[in-house]
């Protein structure tokens, strides 16, 4: 059988499906320490909570109602409105209904917004996505149709107490060319947890205005929810910048609801992509983040559960990582939102791609961290050095993954020494 060119591209192994592959095998897998995937913590007071309100839900007939219908290419225009609406009061954002789209999960917004804005134009040209702070995603690297779509920036290290070190925007080596279609940063960041500051996002916004380019932001993890942010970070969006939001990590991974906030001549393009590739997104994450909306929930448990859980969590798996893993050997990003936890293993006499096969071998799942530097031209050895783990597991489960990882990383400096 010969594929095309796209289906090609679109089939070959990548870091994003042996990650997914990964999570799934790892979930599902008696023994396996999952540290390696996305998927959200499951808490206890988020889970019962989603329990009762479908339970609601079914008992007054919505769920069966968004089972059993269509929504429109834009997405439930009920939770639309009612966003629209949370936005403008909470945050003072000038939007309504033609300022968002909904999308089967935010990867699928990416792969839309990407090949929007950049590759070939229908005069030849061809530009680009540029990362202005690396690492980035891992799932944005194989979701270009043409390649080469990507450039990246690589930043600034600000060495920390405590162990714990910083990635900034290195502003003096950022070359926004003329072939740039498009600038893209998460906040926070995954896999790093990183997040900008809000000078560093006022001046990116700055920049893209001045190029005529769009912003675009991934806030899966940010405000104003579902909140994972442990510093201080302010809402921005204006007419320039796409806000990529999520109901991922509120608990709800499962619904595949991406939200985008754009101004309106994009959302009308994404509204119509929905309708060639999918007719529409799927509604059942929607009608529940509407109901969540109405009761005024969102917001608050936001704040109140979500935040929490995780700041405390990260808190407690960085002491157990320093009783196995000394600064010497191991230095921490420090962890400012998202759910990752991001390592630096300095001087590391392999790599980590090796590492990650010695550590799947006795049962625990992380990523390395090549994968995590979409559009970086040069082969910087940093990005060999670092891994990404998820802090979600239950500390047992994530002791003993930490143990096995520091009898490896002790394993690979004694093989040298």
Request: net charge negative; with cysteine.
């Amino acid at each position: 059988m010969i594929f095309s060119q796209f289906g090609n591209k679109f089939t070959q192994d990548a870091g994003i499906t042996r990650l997914m592959n990964d999570l799934n095998q790892g979930l599902r897998t008696p023994g396996a320490i999952m540290l390696g995937g996305g998927n959200p913590a499951h808490i206890p007071e988020m889970d019962d909570y989603f329990q009762q309100l479908l339970t609601e839900m079914v008992a007054s007939g919505q769920l069966t109602e968004t089972l059993c219908n269509y929504d429109g290419p834009q997405g439930k225009d009920t939770l639309i409105r009612a966003l629209a609406e949370m936005l403008r009061e909470k945050l003072g954002w000038e939007i309504g209904t033609q300022n968002i789209a909904l999308t089967n999960g935010s990867q699928s917004a990416f792969f839309y917004l990407f090949n929007l804005l950049a590759g070939r134009s229908e005069d030849g040209s061809t530009r680009k996505v540029l990362f202005p702070l690396t690492p980035e995603y891992i799932g944005y690297s194989d979701s270009g149709l043409d390649e080469g779509l990507f450039v990246a920036n690589k930043p600034n290290i600000e060495l920390l107490p405590e162990g714990q070190f910083k990635y900034r925007v290195d502003f003096d080596h950022l070359n926004i060319t003329e072939d740039i279609g498009l600038i893209c940063v998460s906040r926070p960041t995954n896999p790093t947890g990183n997040v900008i500051t809000d000078e560093e996002l006022q001046r990116l916004d700055y920049l893209a205005q001045q190029h005529q380019i769009p912003l675009l932001i991934d806030n899966a993890y940010g405000v104003p929810f579902p909140g994972i942010i442990f510093s201080e970070a302010t809402p921005l969006w204006n007419p320039n910048i796409i806000l990529c939001m999520s109901l991922s990590k509120l608990g709800l991974p499962g619904s595949r609801c991406g939200i985008i906030i754009a101004n309106d001549k994009i959302i009308n393009a994404v509204s119509n992509m929905n309708g060639i590739i999918s007719l529409a997104p799927g509604g059942v994450g929607p009608a529940m983040a509407l109901e969540m909306i109405r009761r005024n929930d969102l917001l608050r448990l936001s704040q109140d559960v979500i935040r929490p859980f995780y700041q405390q969590r990260v808190q407690d798996v960085i002491h157990i990582i320093r009783r196995y893993l000394p600064a010497e050997l191991c230095l921490i990003h420090k962890p400012e939102g998202a759910i990752f936890l991001w390592l630096w293993f300095k001087n590391l006499p392999i790599t980590t791609e090796t590492l990650y096969h010695r550590l799947k071998k006795r049962g625990v799942l992380m990523v390395p961290g090549h994968y995590f530097f979409p559009g970086l031209e040069q082969n910087w050895p940093h990005a060999h050095e670092c891994m990404r783990m998820n802090y979600v597991p239950d500390p047992e489960s994530i002791e003993k993954g930490i143990a096995i990882l520091a009898e490896e990383i002790e394993l690979a400096h004694q093989k040298v020494a």
